[in-house]
């Protein structure tokens, strides 16, 4: 399934801090967005589903080339709806997958997950990023920290574990969304 020793890449800056700080205030200002809904068992945050279709395809343009560039060539066919995701102090979202058989029962699968960092470094502290993959540091330790910058962008592949640590002090705020297409073969 993974053409590639990459098992995930970051766009620096990609975003910019304008548009980082637009999507956070329409996140908190539209009338079309949904209330905040909170995490699932193994995760303690808040997040609602954007409507902004803009920002699709914006996102689909660092998937494509995440996508080609890690040589991975995940055939989707769309993204999934985006959250806004609040993660305050405490909250976390422990090891997980993002890849779900069947997602839409007409046997479509989660590709591709993404993490649009939004907030600033000083605005939180913990947080971070850690994902099973990638080169490790040291011997038996498969475990690659990823620290984002506001306006970064995170791309990979949904099958590969990850979590994001608990904040220790602040507001984290992020999107997140998958691609999704075709079942495995």
Not at 72 to 95: C, M, Q, S
Request: glycine share 8%; charged share 20%.
């Amino acid at each position: 399934m993974l053409n590639s020793t990459w098992y995930y890449n970051i766009y620096k800056e990609m975003l910019s801090h304008e548009d980082c700080d637009n999507i956070i205030e329409e996140a908190y200002e539209s009338s079309e967005a949904q209330e905040f809904v909170q995490g699932t068992e193994g995760a303690n945050y808040n997040y609602k589903h954007l409507t902004d279709n803009d920002l699709y395809g914006t996102i689909d343009k660092f998937v494509a080339r995440a996508n080609n560039e890690c040589l991975w060539r995940f055939n989707y066919e769309f993204i999934e709806p985006l959250k806004f995701v609040e993660y305050a102090t405490g909250h976390f979202h422990d090891w997980h997958i993002d890849s779900h058989n069947n997602l839409t029962g007409i046997g479509e699968q989660r590709k591709h997950t993404i993490i649009v960092q939004l907030s600033d470094e000083n605005e939180k502290t913990g947080g971070h990023i850690n994902i099973l993959g990638g080169l490790p540091r040291n011997e038996n330790e498969w475990n690659s920290e990823i620290f984002l910058s506001k306006g970064d962008v995170l791309i990979f592949p949904a099958f590969i574990p990850y979590k994001v640590n608990v904040i220790e002090g602040g507001l984290q705020r992020m999107l997140t969304g998958h691609t999704a297409g075709p079942a495995w073969c």
